[in-house]
């Protein structure tokens, strides 16, 4: 038994309709497609959602939402997080919590956050900090300073 021994089981395949084949074939003169009209018609095709002229769906329903082109979002960090990741005296940029898989790289930069505590002296740079946040990380001895992304739209 080999691959070009196999075949279909018995009633696995159906033979495609042979239409236009006379009154006693079911599907003869007119084959199955009505009288007259564009549907009858050789190449006929409608568009997905196509409702025969009548306004579509899709249009008739109100739009709703708003995307404002400036706005990005911000992925988000937390002190605890730091305080877990980071050594004493260590650099918290963008691309450090991103190497650490710590954050997804996203438009708008990274925001810290204040939930946890902090008892290493870390120098942050990031897009955004929290005041809970700031009071945390100046409170041990760190610095904290806001940077902008390059490219990015709209401060």
Do not use: W
Request: net charge positive; proline share 4%.
């Amino acid at each position: 038994m080999d691959l070009s021994t196999l075949k279909n089981p018995e009633g696995a395949r159906r033979a495609r309709k042979r239409v236009g084949r006379g009154p006693s074939s079911g599907t003869g003169k007119t084959s199955g497609r009505g009288h007259k009209g564009q549907k009858a018609r050789s190449g006929y095709s409608a568009r997905k959602g196509f409702e025969g002229g009548q306004m579509p769906l899709h249009r008739r329903v109100p739009k709703r939402g708003f995307h404002h082109e400036k706005r990005f979002v911000m992925a988000e960090v937390n002190v605890d997080v730091l305080e877990c990741k980071f050594d004493d005296g260590e650099e918290v940029t963008t691309a450090t919590l991103i190497a650490r898989k710590l954050v997804d790289p996203t438009h708008g930069g990274v925001k810290l956050l204040g939930r946890g505590d902090l008892t290493k002296k870390l120098i942050v740079k990031v897009q955004a900090v929290s005041p809970g946040a700031r009071v945390k990380i100046e409170a041990v001895g760190g610095t904290v300073e806001c940077i902008t992304l390059a490219g990015k739209v709209g401060g």
